[in-house]
């Protein structure tokens, strides 16, 4: 048969493709089926054909492995995805569903994917807007079940720096962050919103705080899996999304994982600013250079220390750039504790590299430090009223530590070598995880709530565990039976004691550095519980 142009060649060759392709995507399976499920198979074959366009190799059978028949398939999507991406307007509405509010005063978008964070914070340096590597929507959702609501405020003119809003309600209560993407805390709550924003009064109920699903828990235990030993079989077995929240979520990178990755992958791994070995760093394109050298906000020449690019490592000597940040970040810190009054105290999210001496600043609230790159708790408060997280840093031991906290003390997803420094006391829960750990010498002495140490599979013993532990404990590789011989509760004339002097410290109040005590009865109590940690 002639065929006389290419309309016609084209329609017969859709025909025969159509005569042929179940026996071609049998084939297709039978090549991946030891990497993926049928099923999985089948589905990404469906993006292939639709997004195939993009792509340098149209033939599925053309693809060397799995890894790379999925990488392009997902890279091509991605790409066409984002590209058809606009910055919503009030004659935009893209979805009802995601519209929580429209009316004379304010537009409320509600962010509950990376993909819709994406579109209402186009044009904003938001981190959950950004379209490629370091997106941190599911950093943020799956570490503090955050649920953003984007809230454009119709009557501000754009230049002015809360014409939008993204309100995050979190489990810990509210964040909010403006045009100039500077995050905070709403220490007073919605009271403190609808204050400042009276507009938003109808709203409460709607801005709600939305339950990780169990799909999302699911994920967290793969990537905390993956976290504490990234080795290749786990890295292997996520999607391609999962592969890229897992990258940034881990400091170490195996070389092995790192040459399976694609330029959108390696992206991701990069812009979080991790670890990367000898290899890797020789490995760096120049485009790629110059971004991690600007996520590590380093400008000039970073000092090797046994193969890998550590921040903790940098001589100060050789390197102006990193001194001058540290030194902006301790005199930021310091202007915080010398302004604070009461109430939190968060530098979460930061990028802090080492704190100043705040040691004589009593907390009265909780004290947030999470997420950022300390090797050390040198110079941290020595007195947390509640709770204390310096969860998400680079420490190896728990040197420097408040010596009382009053409510839960949370160090997870750091590689703790030694518990040395712990808090004496802990009125809640003494979280944490460590792959590394293999002694807990060095617990509190006192711990009124749980002890709880997870993804620590190298511990042998419980020996060094504290010897008053209010409620559970709950450790890797050990029953409840183990448990229970080193389970010493205090007596009961110690905890109505202790629970005096908790219920006290409400009454307490700072002025000018001097405790002064509003109860006669509690002030032996109290000295005498203090006595040991100040």
């Not at 680079?394 to 703790?416: A, E, M, T």
């Not at 890797?476 to 229970?484: M, P, Q, Y």
């Amino acid at each position: 048969m002639i065929l006389n142009n290419h309309m016609e060649f084209d329609r017969e060759y859709r025909r025969l493709m159509l005569e042929f392709s179940e026996g071609a995507i049998r084939n297709i399976v039978k090549k991946f089926q030891n990497d993926a499920t049928e099923q999985e198979i089948r589905r990404e074959l469906q993006d292939f054909e639709k997004y195939k366009g993009g792509l340098q190799k149209k033939d599925p059978i053309q693809y060397k492995s799995w890894i790379e028949f999925t990488e392009a398939i997902h890279a091509a999507k991605g790409k066409a995805e984002f590209k058809n991406k606009k910055i919503p307007n009030e004659s935009q509405i893209t979805s009802t569903d995601d519209i929580i509010a429209d009316d004379e005063n304010v537009t409320i978008y509600k962010g509950d994917s990376q993909d819709k964070c994406v579109m209402y914070g186009n044009g904003y340096t938001f981190c959950i807007s950004r379209p490629t590597g370091g997106n941190m929507f599911s950093n943020y959702r799956l570490g503090e079940e955050a649920t953003f609501y984007f809230i454009y405020f119709k009557k501000k003119a754009k230049t002015e720096n809360d014409h939008i809003m993204v309100l995050d309600h979190n489990n810990n209560g509210y964040k909010w962050t403006f045009a100039d993407n500077d995050t905070q805390e709403v220490d007073g709550g919605w009271d403190e919103i609808i204050r400042k924003y009276p507009e938003l009064n109808p709203y409460e109920k709607l801005l709600i705080n939305k339950e990780l699903d169990d799909d999302e828990r699911n994920l967290i235990n793969k990537i905390e899996k993956f976290v504490n030993r990234p080795i290749f079989y786990f890295f292997n077995k996520f999607s391609y999304k999962e592969k890229a929240q897992a990258l940034k979520s881990v400091i170490n990178l195996p070389d092995d994982i790192w040459k399976t990755l694609d330029s959108a992958l390696r992206n991701e791994f990069l812009s979080i600013g991790s670890n990367l070995t000898e290899y890797q760093a020789n490995d760096l394109k120049t485009n790629e250079i110059e971004r991690y050298k600007k996520t590590r906000d380093i400008s000039t020449t970073i000092l090797m220390d046994e193969g890998n690019f550590q921040k903790n490592t940098i001589d100060s000597k050789y390197n102006e750039t990193y001194k001058k940040i540290e030194k902006e970040q301790h005199d930021m810190i310091l202007n915080m504790a010398n302004k604070y009054k009461n109430g939190n105290f968060d530098i979460s999210h930061k990028k802090i590299y080492s704190l100043p001496d705040i040691s004589w600043l009593r907390i009265s609230g909780n004290f947030y430090g999470s997420n950022n790159n300390l090797t050390s708790l040198e110079g941290m408060p020595k007195y947390v009223e509640q709770t204390c997280s310096v969860s998400s840093n680079n420490l190896k031991n728990l040197k420097g530590s408040p010596k009382y906290v009053g409510g839960s003390f949370r160090f997870d997803d750091n590689d703790i070598l030694s518990l040395e420094g712990s808090p004496d006391y802990v009125g809640g829960s003494f979280v944490g995880s460590s792959y590394s750990l293999t002694s807990l010498k060095g617990s509190p002495k006192k711990i009124g709530g749980n002890f709880t140490l997870l993804k620590s599979p190298n511990l042998s013993t419980l020996d060094g565990i504290s010897s008053h532990i209010g409620g559970y404990i709950s450790v890797d590789n050990f029953s409840e039976e183990d448990a229970r011989d080193y389970m010493v509760d205090l007596p009961k004339s110690n905890y109505s004691e202790f629970g005096d002097i908790l219920s006290s410290l409400n009454k307490l109040k700072f002025k000018e550095s001097k405790i002064q005590i509003e109860s006669t009865h509690f002030d032996k109590y109290y000295q005498k519980l203090m006595s040991s940690f100040f």
